[in-house]
């Protein structure tokens, strides 16, 4: 079994930045791709950020020139650092992962979540 808890969430001033966490353990023999999604109150689930063990980055629309996602591999971690935040980015952000726990069982998982609040 792997577990991946996500932390750096919290309150923020418009304009602020956060720096989001996410630290994946157990089982796990490699990791592919790295993400986060985030979902509003009432809104569904959405893409912010992926990031290939390679280090290709895709980013929504959305975040782009504000958010940055990285990735130690060494320590199985993905950050998200979020700059200028709005309060439009209000949500909760979850952190995902497609990896190997052998050689031939790939599977997907899901942290738990962490809230980012942004104030106007």
């Known amino acids: 079994q792997v577990q991946l808890v996500e932390s750096g969430g919290g309150l923020v001033q418009a304009g602020g930045s956060l720096r989001l966490s996410c630290a994946a353990s157990?089982?796990?023999?490699?990791?592919?791709?790295m993400g986060w999604y985030r979902q509003a109150p009432g809104k569904q689930r959405n893409l912010v950020a992926v990031?290939?063990?390679?280090?290709?980055?895709n980013l929504a629309d959305s975040v782009k020139g504000r958010f940055t996602i990285s990735r130690d591999n060494a320590k199985n971690t993905v950050y998200l650092q979020m700059n200028s935040l709005k309060p439009e980015d209000t949500a909760v952000y979850y952190c995902?992962?497609?990896?190997?726990?052998?050689?031939?069982?790939?599977?997907?998982?899901w942290g738990k979540g962490t809230l980012v609040t942004v104030s106007s």
């Open positions: 995902n992962a497609d990896l190997y726990e052998s050689d031939y069982v790939f599977k997907n998982y």
């Open positions: 157990g089982r796990i023999y490699s990791i592919n791709r």
């Open positions: 990031i290939t063990s390679g280090g290709s980055t």
